[in-house]
């Protein structure tokens, strides 16, 4: 059986958990938004044609902060389309997902959306096919109270208060060659500091991030973040990283995919410090880690829209990937990896919330589940408060063509002092075998099991199972028995191929 044994203190910390790393994305991509989040006429939309059952999901799963508009789409769009009068909002060719954008949905909706579901907004503005102009426009539609030319048109489509939107996303993507703008990291990091002090003029108040690279297999990766942080530094808080992963030939790599966000993270931040004492600047930028998931991009690239075959369609499907019971597992190393670097990423998104590589599902006119990997998000929003623990990992290892050894068991965990509630989430990669967990936790007093849950393949199930319409609960977490607290000591079993959340709590 393997083994392993973690180590935690109380007094050998990381940071607060910032709240904003449990967040989500909204984009203008297939079934995201119309039959997603939005669809007047379905069984349980409200007067704004919101989906009721979806908004009670998505304040179950209780993203923190959620991005819109894009993503891809954010390149090509017409914040104006948008707002005011649906009658009068024009239909649009999306070049970024081939497909129609009737504006039925747009900033307006977006923030009514965001205050109904309990969650941040954060926007992003359009550096692909316009600038600085368009960007102020929309951030004194959005947040100046009135009396201007913008506020005024706020006010006159309905919404007196401004929407107070704090994060704001400097375009999206900018080195990918696919963006509809694509430019070079001089060229973006210029637009995007200008941008960015205009901006403030307008809201002296906002949060800014700047693109950073869109992978870490990027040819320019490293270089785009060196040279767009010496134009910008000064006028942004945050630079993005974004990172999908999926399985190809050796599930083994799969499940260590956490490694290389790792590996992104500390190689992110790194840049960044150099560009700090290079410049002598005294704030640190943190990281906006604003899209990950797992998503099989394999599929994508072979389809119709993929390859500029399809038709042009409103909200075709597209990227609806159904979630096994590994890729939870693999979600949960990455929440943990997100976790263990809290102190720099303070701001994350799970892209994306309904149906185009979702945490949700939800069908037209039916009904709306949710997938196996919104478990361990949900889970970690839930339970990781207080400070992020350095939890120290001696496990068994496994063999990977492309990491070498890894770790078999995962693990990040917090501690919430006013609580007195220590919250471990952990992660067994072996396929196979149980894996036996010792955690010390001396330095926490007396403590007693408060809450144990795992994910895993029960009877009748493997590796591959998921949830659909017709079995929306088919994964889910269990109670993991057989947890014990004895002499400074915690046990557990995980089973194999499993996730689960540990709760220890003072009596």
């Keep these: 059986m393997p083994r392993a044994r973690l180590t935690v203190d109380p007094d050998f910390t990381i940071a607060p958990v910032p709240r904003r790393l449990f967040g989500s994305f909204v984009e203008h991509m297939g079934r995201c938004v119309y039959t997603g989040i939005y669809e007047p006429g379905h069984p349980k939309a409200d007067a704004d044609g919101l989906r009721t059952d979806v908004l009670d999901l998505v304040r179950e799963l209780g993203p923190t902060v959620v991005r819109y508009p894009g993503g891809n789409f954010v390149s090509g769009y017409y914040w104006e389309d ?10 649009r060719l999306d070049r970024a997902w081939r497909s129609i954008e009737t504006n039925e949905f747009g900033l307006g909706e977006f923030a009514r959306w965001a205050k109904a579901a309990g969650t941040e907004a954060m926007m992003a503005v359009n550096l692909g096919t316009r600038g600085i102009q368009e960007a102020c426009d929309i951030l004194e539609y959005a947040n100046h109270p009135g009396g201007t030319k913008y506020s005024d048109l706020r006010r006159a489509h309905g919404s007196a208060e401004p929407f107070d939107i704090k994060l704001w996303c400097l375009g999206n993507e900018m080195d990918g060659p696919w963006q509809v703008g694509h430019k070079t990291a001089a060229e973006y990091g210029r637009l995007a500091a200008e941008t960015a002090r205009a901006m403030r003029l307008v809201d002296p108040g906002i949060e800014l991030v700047a693109c950073g690279s869109s992978n870490s297999r990027m040819p320019t990766f490293g270089e785009w973040e060196r040279v767009v942080l010496e134009e910008t530094y000064d006028q942004v808080d945050y630079i993005s990283a974004h990172a999908y992963y999926q399985e190809h030939d050796h599930a083994g790599d ?85 976790l263990r670097h809290g102190d720099r990423v303070t701001v994350a998104c799970q892209a994306q919330l309904v149906n185009v590589i979702g945490l949700l599902r939800s069908e037209a006119g039916g009904p709306a589940w949710k ?34 050894d890894v770790d078999l068991v995962d693990a990040s965990g917090t501690w919430d002092a006013e609580a007195g509630v220590v919250s471990l989430f952990l992660a067994n990669r072996d396929q196979a075998e149980a894996a036996q967990v ?34 929306p609960d088919r994964v889910r977490l269990r109670p993991l028995d057989g947890v014990t607290v004895a002499d400074g000591v915690a046990q557990l079993t995980l089973p194999p191929l499993s996730w689960a959340v540990v709760q220890l709590a003072r009596p």
């Design 82 to 91: 948008g707002v005011g009068p649906k009658e009068q909002r024009p239909r």
């Design 254 to 338: 799969f499940l260590a995919a956490a490694r290389d966000m790792d590996h992104f993270i500390e190689s992110v931040v790194a840049t960044a410090d150099a560009v700090r004492a290079r410049g002598k600047h005294r704030k640190k930028i943190d990281i906006s880690f604003d899209e990950w998931n797992v998503w099989y991009q394999s599929r994508h690239h072979e389809s119709a829209i993929a390859k500029g075959e399809s038709e042009w369609e409103v909200a075709p499907r597209v990227i609806e990937d159904e979630y096994s019971i590994t890729d939870a597992v693999v979600v949960g190393t990455l929440l943990n990896s997100l």
């Design 371 to 404: 997938q196996s990997i919104a478990h361990p998000f949900e889970q970690v929003r839930r339970r990781a408060t207080g400070e992020i623990l350095a939890v120290q990992t001696r496990s068994d290892r496994y063999e990977t063509p492309r990491f070498g």
């Design 438 to 471: 010792e955690v010390g936790v001396r330095g926490f007093g007396e403590l007693r099991v408060q809450h144990a849950a795992v994910l895993a393949a029960t009877e009748g199930q493997d590796r591959h199972t998921t949830n659909d319409e017709q079995h």
